[in-house]
């Protein structure tokens, strides 16, 4: 009597174990580049981490997505301020040093550059 219920548990445990899909590992790195890329950092590093426990017999994508990993972990440990925390930092620096100057300063913001126009 147990060897008709069995076949059919076993149809249907092959079946569901057969159905579930591996992530491809190299759409992963790809996706660990464009994150790079737009700037999220720490979800580099979590997807970088997660391509490790993933794929683990490939070493050579391993290897580079630990790369792009690291980068991130420099660019974060050397630039922690926001764009606009290091703007309104460097305007308020520059204009406070220029006070004494004659003519009008602007501040260039994406060459990070003091200019003066002064006037004749």
Same mark, same amino acid.
């Given at each position: 009597?147990?060897?008709?219920?069995?076949?059919? /548990?076993?149809?249907?445990?092959?079946?569901?174990?057969?159905?579930?899909?591996?992530?491809?590992?190299?759409?992963?790195?790809?996706?660990? /580049?464009?994150?790079?890329? /737009?700037?999220?950092?720490?979800?580099?590093?979590?997807? /970088?981490?997660?391509?490790?426990?993933?794929?683990?017999? *490939?070493?050579?994508?391993?290897?580079?997505?630990?790369?792009?990993?690291?980068?991130? *972990?420099?660019?974060?440990?050397?630039?922690?301020?926001?764009?606009?925390?290091?703007?309104?930092?460097?305007?308020?620096?520059?204009?406070?040093?220029?006070?004494?100057?004659?003519?009008?300063?602007?501040?260039?913001?994406?060459?990070?550059?003091?200019?003066?126009?002064?006037?004749?």
């Amino acid at each position: 009597m147990r060897i008709p219920v069995l076949y059919p /548990a076993l149809f249907i445990l092959l079946l569901f174990t057969g159905c579930i899909q591996q992530p491809d590992c190299k759409e992963i790195f790809k996706q660990i /580049a464009e994150e790079l890329n /737009a700037g999220n950092l720490k979800k580099t590093g979590l997807l /970088a981490d997660s391509l490790k426990a993933i794929c683990g017999g *490939e070493d050579q994508l391993i290897n580079k997505a630990d790369s792009l990993s690291r980068i991130a *972990e420099r660019i974060y440990l050397e630039f922690p301020f926001a764009e606009e925390q290091i703007i309104s930092q460097d305007v308020r620096y520059l204009a406070g040093s220029i006070a004494g100057q004659e003519g009008n300063f602007y501040f260039d913001k994406w060459n990070y550059e003091m200019k003066t126009e002064y006037k004749k």
